[in-house]
């Protein structure tokens, strides 16, 4: 059945309202005959000569959209969604498992630091006290042998003193001697220039 | 026939292409048939080839599936709960299936399978059927909990329940009327202003600066219109949500 495709706005008005009239008219504006449902009359979406087959083709459709989406492309999203959830977390893991090797790394660095630099500061105070030590030691003994000399030396000084004191003794009893010679002409015995030696010089 | 050029109504008229008969009744492949499995085919073939890579990062197609996937994902354990998300696929099938339809309306010279109330009716049903079938199925004469809210004094108790009645019966009506008028009037309007600028246009000189207001408004409504077409599909997967969640917790609200 050829039916118009305009309605009661644009038609006459019995050939919106009745099948009738309708019938066989060509749709003149495109020149291409549409066929309608029996209720050509009809508000469009209210024509219940399409309903049977709008279902069937909803229900075909729909029905085959609903298969595919539960079973592929849904199932498909979430698995994405489930692999990028656990790739993060799995990242973050490691980053956080990297993070703690880093710090584990530098507390191990720092600890050999630390201990290199005790270790240097025992050396270095080692070294210090066995230079202090050896210094000490080398000034000791050079005072001792300083000391040594300066006594050896005191005692030929007091040597040559006392040999000297020894000498001014006979001098000052031969010079006495002499002395008194010219001055009285006479002799005196050695043992009184002697004591008189002795008693000056106290 | 010089007003069939702006006839509004046009555009909804189904034709059969294919004429097909069972046993008297008429399952003709008609347009309307065709945009529901261009439908299917636009809509599913997105999705598939979109997600087909599989990407860690997603480019930014199928960062647009993902995220209507996470969209719908968190609208229904939001308003259904985590027992809902068993009707996740539902949902989402509706959704991206209402959407896609409503989009593809919007073409110029497209069919728009969800201006015809048959459409929306029967997505509509398809939503009341899974409720009442899943919360009879899970909860028994339970079920009946949901025309009884909690905490009504007993006086009132038949007032509430024949007004709760009411309201779960005119459930399938709202739904599928809401899409469909909407889609329906959008359509119309445009169509309407549309024509204005055509008629006017062939009125010379004047006429073609009276035709720069409709068409303004024209291109108002086709933005409008896909504001509408969007809004239409998330308001019937949010209220397909609502519905479920009285089927997983009936007398729960």
Known sequence: ?????????????????????????????????????????????FDSSTFASQLLWLAISFGLFYLLMSKVVMPRIGSILETRHDTIARDLDDAARSKAEADAAVAAYEQELATAKAKGNVIASTAREAAKAKAAADRTAVETSLNDKISAAEARIADIKAKALADVGSIAEETATAVVEQLIGGKVTKAEIASAVKASAK | MAGDKVDPVHQFVVNKIVPIEIGGIDFSFTNASLFMVATLAVAAGFLYFTTSTR???????????????????????????????????????????????????????????????????????????????????????????????????????????????????????????????????????????????????????????????????????????????????????????????????????
């Open chain 1, 1 to 45: 059945m050829f039916v118009t495709a305009a309605y009661a706005q644009s038609t006459t008005t019995e050939g919106a309202e009745t099948h009738d009239a309708a019938a066989g008219e060509v749709h003149t504006e495109t020149g291409v005959a549409h066929e309608g449902g029996h209720g050509s009359g009809v508000f469009p979406p």
């Open chain 2, 55 to 253: 990407s860690l990062v997603p480019g930014r197609l199928q960062s647009v599936s993902e995220l209507s996937y996470e969209f719908i994902a968190s609208m229904l354990r939001e308003g259904a709960g985590s027992h809902g998300m068993k009707f996740f696929p539902m949902v989402f099938s509706l959704f991206m299936f209402i959407l896609t339809a409503n989009m593809l309306g919007m073409v110029p010279y497209f069919f728009t399978i969800t201006s015809q109330i048959i459409v929306t009716f029967a997505l509509a049903i398809f939503v009341i059927g899974t409720v009442l079938v899943y919360g009879f199925y899970k909860h028994g004469l339970g079920f009946l909990n949901v025309f009884v809210p909690s905490g009504v004094p007993g006086i009132l108790l038949p007032l509430v329940i024949s007004i709760e009645i009411i309201s779960f019966l005119s459930r399938p009506i709202s739904l599928s009327v809401r899409l469909f008028a909407n889609m329906l009037a959008g359509h119309i309007t445009l169509k309407v202003f549309a024509g204005f600028v055509a008629s006017l246009g062939t009125l010379g000189a004047l006429g073609i600066g009276g035709a720069v207001l409709p068409l303004i408004m024209t291109v108002a409504l086709t933005g409008l219109e896909f504001l509408v077409a969007f809004l239409q599909a998330y308001v019937f997967a949010v209220l397909t949500c609502m519905y479920l969640n009285d089927a997983v917790h009936p007398g729960g609200h």
